[in-house]
């Protein structure tokens, strides 16, 4: 079925896990095999090549979702298009959780270069190089594409999978908020280093993971911004998340689902004061856990 919403194709159903695939990724099949049908003695290579990328990037964005789950967070969607996949993953709000759940993808690409290397050399050591070319051709373009989305993903830049590697590592020592504008300014120049390269090579494509990447990090800036603000709130003493341990913020953050009145359920003990609708739990703000009320109390 289609999904309207994103123009996406809902493929299948794994572990609880939907996998959409975008029109476009159709679209940039055809282009590449296209312009790649002479590396082989047959097109059905150059097929079988962009299934390949299909299967690693498919296998990356698993990575991602199933560590998410390891650590107790969601994962439900993988989205793939042609600027690669995009697993949505909302990992419990601590560095470690979230640090696993980003590497996990990129160790999915060393995986594969490793396997792939092995079956190279097997390849030269049998003879199937010169018996059966078009095989060693295969091995080696799919060993490239694993180094390629590698090296590309961990790059530093915000939001790909380096640059919330980044962000993971500095929220150890700099704080949820700080580390995140950190990793956004920092994704922000090298946004500017890929305009740069777009020009000079005169590559559209790479200008659209330029745009895509700044749009992105535009969106980090913002919700840094937030979070910074929130670390400033006065914090209501005798109150902590049971996940995170942390006080929830003074002040009416929280909002009714039936009147749209906003409220500060800890004063009024998770009850709407406009429509007197009761909420079995309070979400926290910090790490998005739900709670009973009656677990926040601090003891």
């Not at 419990?92 to 396997?115: C, D, E």
Request: include cysteine; charged fraction near 10%; hydrophobic fraction near 50%.
């Amino acid at each position: 079925m289609i999904n309207t919403r994103n123009g996406s194709i809902h493929l299948f159903r794994f572990s609880g896990i939907d996998v959409f695939l975008h029109w476009s990724w159709f679209l940039v099949a055809l282009i590449e095999i296209e312009s790649r049908k002479n590396s082989y003695s047959s097109v059905g290579w150059n097929v079988l090549e962009y299934l390949a990328l299909f299967v690693i990037v498919l296998v990356h964005e698993f990575g991602h979702a199933l560590a998410c789950r390891q650590v107790g967070g969601t994962a439900n969607r993988i989205l793939l298009w042609p600027f690669g996949g995009v697993a949505y993953v909302d990992p419990p709000q601590r560095p470690g959780a979230t640090l696993w759940s980003i590497a996990a993808g990129p160790l999915v690409n060393v995986v594969f270069i490793v396997a792939l290397s092995l079956l190279g050399m097997l390849n030269r050591s049998s003879g199937l190089l010169d018996t059966i070319p078009n095989v060693h051709a295969f091995v080696r373009t799919a060993w490239l594409i694993n180094v390629g989305l590698l090296i590309f993903n961990m790059l530093p830049i915000y939001p790909l999978d380096g640059g919330q590697i980044l962000r993971s590592l500095l929220w150890f020592v700099m704080g949820r908020a700080r580390s995140l504008m950190a990793a956004v300014v920092i994704g922000f120049a090298g946004v500017a280093g890929l305009i740069a390269l777009a020009v000079w090579r005169q590559s559209a494509w790479i200008g659209f993971i330029a745009v895509f990447i700044v749009t992105n990090c535009w969106s980090g800036f913002k919700q840094a911004r937030v979070l910074l603000k929130m670390a400033k709130l006065p914090r209501r003493e005798g109150f902590a998340c049971p996940s995170c341990k942390t006080a929830p913020p003074a002040g009416a953050f929280w909002k009714c689902g039936r009147c749209g009145n906003h409220f500060d359920t800890f004063q009024t003990r998770a009850v709407c004061p406009s429509c007197a609708a009761q909420y079995p739990v309070t979400v926290c703000l910090d790490c998005r856990a739900q709670n009973p009320m009656s677990e926040w109390i601090a003891r």
